[in-house]
């Protein structure tokens, strides 16, 4: 069967002061969501470039999710198989 699927993540950002928090969300196929959360903090003596920590918490959070499907994935393989399943990032 050949189909085509749209998965979206979504990641929400927050700063406020010397944190940024993110937090990733997946959607697929109307399922409930994977959440993946992720936060940076700024030392008080470095130049103030938002980016980068937004950069930083969203790179974390969007990590954290990809271990979380990777587990849903392993756990679906091992439903469907009965066989213990090891998969590596």
């Given at each position: 069967m050949?189909?085509?699927?749209?998965?979206?993540?979504?990641v929400y950002?927050?700063?406020?002061d010397d944190r940024t928090q993110a937090?990733?969300?997946?959607?697929?196929r109307g399922e409930s969501e994977?959440?993946?959360s992720g936060v940076?903090?700024?030392?008080?003596?470095?130049?103030?470039?938002?980016?980068?920590?937004a950069e930083l918490a969203a790179s974390r959070a969007l990590s954290q999710l990809a271990d979380q499907l990777l587990d849903v994935s392993a756990a679906d393989v091992e439903r469907s198989?009965?066989?213990?399943?090891h998969f590596h990032s």
């Open positions: 050949i189909a085509t699927e749209q998965w979206v993540v979504t950002i927050d700063e406020r937090e990733a969300r997946l959607m697929k994977l959440h993946g940076a903090h700024r030392n008080p003596r470095d130049v103030n470039v938002p980016e980068i920590g198989t009965g066989q213990p399943a």
